[in-house]
C-alpha cells in the first residue's frame, strides 16, 4: 500500500547554502554543507553517506573549487625571464575593408608606462589608442611610418635600429 504524504510537507533546509540538503552538493560549498549536516541532520547524512558511498568523507575542502565567472578568455604566451629580447615591433592589422590598426609590442622591455604611451599615441595621431595586451598598444589607423619617429623623439632609450616595422599582420 502507498503511502499518503501530508500537506504541508515538512522540508528541511541547509544552514550552510539554504537549498534542502539533496541540492546541497550543486551550491559549491559542498563541504561546509556536509559538515552542517553531521551536527544538525545526522540521520539525513547518514542517509546520504549509503547513497553515494564513502566518496563524500574523502572530499576535502582543497579538491571542491568553486568556478570564478568568465569564459576561457585569452590565451596569452607567457615568456620566460632572460628570453626576452629588447626590441619594438610595429605592425598592422587589418579590422575590416577600409579600417586598420596599428599594433605595437615590446614596450616594456625599455619600462615605459604603457597607459601613457597609449594616450600619448591618441594625442599626438589623433585617435583612439589603447592597452590591449600585457605588452601590446592598439593604435587605430594606419600610423606606422610617423610611429618610429615618434618614439624615438619621445623616449630617447629607444635606437632607431631597435624598431621592427613588421607591416600586416592578420586580425
Known sequence: ??????????????????????YCEYSGETVKCHEWMKTNLPSYYSR???????????????????????????????????????????????RSKKKCVTVVTGM????IDLK?????????????SSVTGEDEIGIQGDVGEDIVDFITEKWPEVDEELIELIGDQKG
Open 108 to 111: 616594456k622591455t625599455f619600462g
Open 116 to 128: 601613457k604611451a597609449s594616450k600619448m599615441f591618441a594625442q599626438h595621431f589623433s585617435c583612439g
Open 48 to 94: 546520504l553517506v549509503e547513497k553515494a558511498g564513502e566518496k563524500l568523507d574523502e572530499l576535502t575542502l582543497e579538491e571542491s573549487k568553486r568556478q570564478t565567472r568568465g569564459g576561457k578568455g585569452l590565451r596569452k604566451n607567457k615568456k620566460k625571464e632572460g628570453d626576452e629580447d629588447k626590441g619594438i615591433q610595429v605592425s598592422r592589422s587589418l
Open 1 to 22: 500500500m502507498a503511502t499518503i504524504d501530508r500537506y504541508p510537507l515538512d522540508v528541511q533546509y541547509c544552514g550552510v547554502c539554504g537549498m534542502p540538503p539533496e
